[in-house]
């Protein structure tokens, strides 16, 4: 009798478009959010997750059959997409949404993501998914554990060290938690969330982002997919933090203590 | 075209790249990499070229480094008490 062939595992890395972490950033004159007109790259650490599936590939070799990325936004998500293959991804899905939609919130990513894991079912499923712990632009750090509750599977949330054991379809991670890290074993299919120590993402080649024209990219719409991605909260008001006013100088002390008396301040009774 | 002329090109076009991406924009990063090249134009020595090989090679693995450092401290910055330092 053959033994029947190992089940090959198939990644899933969604990422995002955020705002340029060197990017200063401003309210817009609207107060409805911050000025979106400046650079954009894809969140820190959606790169160290697809850094991360990467890696798992080049240890792993031919066990790890697809990394598959995957973002929702507007058309510009693109590029995004792009980079994520130029740094090694096979594939891309691309959820696109008007271009003046609102950001959808992270159920309705969770949803998407849901739908899209569904829909590869039939082409092999899908294994793992690999996360940014938040994105760097309204750090809400949802999707991963929303995913993870929506599908059943088990998750390892800020990651910063993955190990698979592929035989015995296990993973163990170390996490990061308050004052140390802790280590866990999880059975696929596992959504992993990783932190900032898990790897140093590369910065993709010239000749990867080359290739990267050629790998097979499919545009999907929401209503494809069955999901609605109209968030339920609404952004009353967006401002700028107060501007912290310059404090003042003293000649002596008669003046300090008037002053701190016009402040309210007043002596210690013994 | 010689295999060190095609390595030299892809190293310029590597770093020119990376140029773009160079955090201070009143370092003339651009202009700094064409006058090294144009320094080193009429070199013949193999062994010469290999050296200014080298150094191109070592300046792009140096600005790299500073790239995803920057990074690195930003978000260790954005975020504190999200990793785990030992030392602090």
């Known amino acids: 009798m053959r033994p029947s062939p190992a089940r090959l595992l198939n990644i899933l890395v969604p990422v995002k478009r955020a705002v340029d972490y060197a990017v200063k950033i401003r ?8 000025d979106l007109n400046v650079k954009h790259s894809m969140n820190p650490f959606d790169e160290i997750a697809v850094e991360e599936a990467v890696r798992l590939r080049e240890r792993f070799k031919d066990e790890i059959k697809t990394i598959k990325a995957i973002t929702i936004g507007p058309s510009k998500s693109a590029e995004t997409l792009r980079t994520a293959l130029a740094m090694g991804a096979d594939s891309a899905i691309h959820v696109e ?13 969770a949803k998407t993501l849901r739908a899209i894991i569904e829909k590869q ?9 690999i996360l940014g712990k938040q994105s760097i632009d309204d750090d809400l750090g949802q999707t991963g554990q929303m995913l993870a509750g929506l599908m059943g599977w088990s998750q390892a949330t800020y990651a910063s060290k993955v190990d698979l054991d592929i035989p015995k379809r296990e993973a163990t991670v170390v996490r990061e938690i308050d004052g140390g890290s802790e280590e866990i074993r999880c059975k696929l299919p596992l959504v992993v969330t990783t932190d900032l120590r898990l790897n140093e993402p590369r910065y993709a080649s010239l000749p990867n982002i080359m290739k990267a024209k050629k ?16 968030p339920q909260m609404e952004t009353v008001k967006v401002t700028e933090p107060l ?6 100088k003293v000649a002596n ?5 008037a002053k701190l008396k016009e402040a309210g301040f007043t002596a210690v009774k013994n | 075209m010689s295999f060190t002329r095609l390595r030299a090109l892809a190293l310029y076009k590597e770093l020119h790249r990376l140029g773009r991406d160079y955090p201070d924009p009143s370092y003339d990063f651009h202009g700094k990499l064409r006058r090294l090249y144009e320094k080193n134009r009429n070199l013949t020595d193999p062994v010469e070229i290999e050296n200014a090989l080298k150094l191109g090679e070592y300046i792009k693995n140096e600005t790299l480094a500073l790239y995803s450092l ?10 504190p008490g999200s990793t785990f330092d030992p030392l602090s």
């Open chain 1, 27 to 34: 309210v817009n004159a609207q107060q409805t959010g911050v």
């Open chain 1, 243 to 248: 501007k912290r006013v310059g404090g003042v």
């Open chain 2, 70 to 79: 920057r990074k690195y401290r930003h978000l260790k910055r954005m975020y």
């Open chain 1, 253 to 257: 002390v008669d003046e300090l203590v």
């Open chain 1, 121 to 129: 079912k039939d082409s092999g499923g899908i294994d793992i998914v």
């Open chain 1, 97 to 109: 949404i008007p271009e003046n939609a609102p950001a959808p919130e992270p159920l309705g990513v």
């Open chain 1, 215 to 230: 790998k097979p990219f499919e545009k999907l719409k929401p209503e494809d997919l069955g999901v609605d991605l109209t």
